[in-house]
């Protein structure tokens, strides 16, 4: 499996930006693709995650109700919806993706940097 994540940049208090995440190299139907982050000093922290078949979502207290994530089954891909983006959502963006029913993610992206001025 392979994961190819794209999308970040530089932004301001209050936009948005939207990371996607390609994967390949496999059928997906039995995993849950989830996005992680990880700031400067800090340790890597979940994000987001969705079951890819089925649809079901979770999020971090921190960015429920302003980050949504998604798939798109024909193009393979994972997507991260960020609005009202905050200065501490600055941090680098993972996608990772584990079999469905297991607690570790073994396949990661090389991570999209992210950075909100203030």
């Known amino acids: 499996v392979q994961l190819q994540a794209s999308g970040g940049g530089l932004v301001q208090t209050g936009d948005s930006l939207r990371l996607s995440c390609a994967a390949s190299g496999g059928t997906f139907n039995y995993y849950i693709m989830g996005w992680f982050r990880q700031a400067p000093g800090k340790e890597r922290e979940f994000v987001a995650s969705?079951?890819?078949?089925?649809?079901?979502?979770d999020y971090a207290d921190s960015v429920n109700g302003r980050f949504t994530i998604s798939r798109d089954k024909r193009r393979n891909t994972v997507y991260l919806q960020m609005n009202s983006l905050k200065p501490e959502d600055t941090a680098i963006y993972y996608c990772?993706?584990?079999?469905?029913?297991?607690?570790?993610?073994?396949?990661w992206g090389q991570g999209t940097q992210v950075t909100v001025s203030s």
């Open positions: 969705i079951r890819w078949s089925g649809g079901r979502t």
């Open positions: 990772a993706a584990r079999v469905f029913a297991t607690s570790d993610y073994p396949h």
